[in-house]
């Protein structure tokens, strides 16, 4: 079943090269037109480095007969960072976003965001938010975890493989095969899944190794209250566990290194 229960743990081999958390909210026009410097001093000891940079945004399609696309003005997109680079908040006049490329613990993760989300919430004060999403990016390598010799067809579960999964499909011979899904969940949530093979880093200067992508964007939009919210991030976190349990077979699942007694 795609979205039985399974029990978390953590992995002593990791897959994870990011984890985000984006809330989104009605335009605030004062975050735009000047620096968020008392927010920046209210997150400063947790996140020291700062830097800005303007965004360009794609053009907005405006009705009329015929329709014409209007250029909209860039966003600022302010950038507040952890001493070690690791940790990362993003703040626009219409989103704060949580970003780490070492998460350990759901708890973790969720303290600090409801750490920063607070300050925003005195500073700011935002009617309600129209959007919350989770989103966790793993990378399954073969090399790291000492699997050169398997296919993925040993590691990933069938549902996630497309044609990698049949017997007669030779993987070196398959230049692309991903699945995507997105689909509406229980309690209003939705979720959109990206799976297959793929490199890292851009186009131009991609890495050598295929690795095994499995991109989980799991949501939930309309007037959230800040109230709602910490029942909302739970309920994602949980769909988002039975999804990357689920993908694992057992000998991934192993090689990974699951810690008894701890979960993630």
Not at 84 to 107: A, G, H, M, P
Not at 136 to 153: I, K, Q
Not at 202 to 216: M, Q, S, T, W
């Amino acid at each position: 079943m795609l979205f039985a229960e399974y029990e978390r743990f953590r992995y002593a081999r990791p897959q994870l090269i990011e984890v985000i958390c984006q809330l989104r909210f009605p335009t605030i026009l004062t975050i735009g037109t000047q620096e968020p410097a008392a927010f920046q001093e209210a997150v400063r000891q947790d996140y020291p480095r700062y830097a800005a940079r303007q965004e360009q945004l794609p053009p907005r399609l405006r009705p009329g007969n015929p329709p014409t696309l209007e250029p909209q003005k860039p966003v600022t997109n302010y950038n507040f960072i952890s001493a070690d680079n690791v940790w990362k908040l993003n703040l626009t006049q219409s989103f704060i976003s949580l970003s780490t490329l070492r998460y350990q613990r759901w708890e973790d993760f969720a303290i600090r965001l409801d750490k920063a989300l607070a300050q925003f919430i005195q500073l700011y004060r935002p009617a309600f938010f129209e959007r919350v999403g989770l989103r966790y990016v793993n990378a399954f390598s073969r090399t790291a975890l000492g699997l050169e010799d398997r296919l993925w067809d040993d590691l990933i579960q069938g549902h996630w493989l497309g044609v990698l999964g049949e017997p007669d499909v030779v993987e070196e011979d398959v230049g692309k095969c991903t699945v995507d899904v997105e689909c509406a969940l229980a309690g209003g949530c939705r979720m959109k899944v990206h799976a297959g093979p793929g490199r890292l880093g851009n186009p131009k200067a991609p890495d050598k190794e295929v690795r095994f992508l499995l991109d989980g964007d799991f949501s939930a939009a309309g007037e959230l209250s800040a109230d709602v919210l910490p029942g909302k991030l739970e309920e994602l976190h949980r769909y988002a566990v039975r999804i990357f349990q689920g993908a694992l077979t057992r000998e991934l699942h192993s090689a990974m290194g699951p810690v008894p007694g701890e979960d993630a």
